[in-house]
């Protein structure tokens, strides 16, 4: 499984592996959620965000191991956009990865 700590974006879709390129993808025109799932042996102690030259911090889901952000719509233009999140954890280890 690699290194902890361990990070899947979850939302929105991989361009790279969506099949059906004509669908709507889910979000609002003003807002894109970003939706993330990350595990580690040791406590998470927080996370960012980052598309184009914006970062923004990651907030947990009480109860679950999903953490979430929210870029703006000028943040998010449709089309091969580069999303990268990293994740940290209570033993100093660092944790990431991007789609597109």
Same mark, same amino acid.
């Given at each position: ?8 974006? !979850? ?8 099949? +059906? ?5 889910? !979000? ?45 719509? +000028?943040?998010? +233009? ?23």
């Amino acid at each position: 499984m690699g290194e902890w700590p361990f990070v899947m974006i !979850t939302s929105p879709a991989d361009e790279r592996l969506r099949t +059906h390129h004509q669908a709507k993808l889910s !979000t609002s025109p003003e807002r894109m959620k970003i939706l993330v799932k990350a595990w580690s042996d040791q406590k998470l102690t927080g996370g960012f965000a980052s598309m184009r030259d914006q970062t923004v911090p990651l907030v947990a889901v009480s109860g679950s191991s999903i953490w979430e952000a929210e870029f703006g719509a +000028h943040d998010s +233009h449709e089309g091969g956009q580069e999303l990268t999140v990293e994740m940290a954890d209570e033993a100093g280890r660092g944790g990431g990865t991007s789609s597109e």
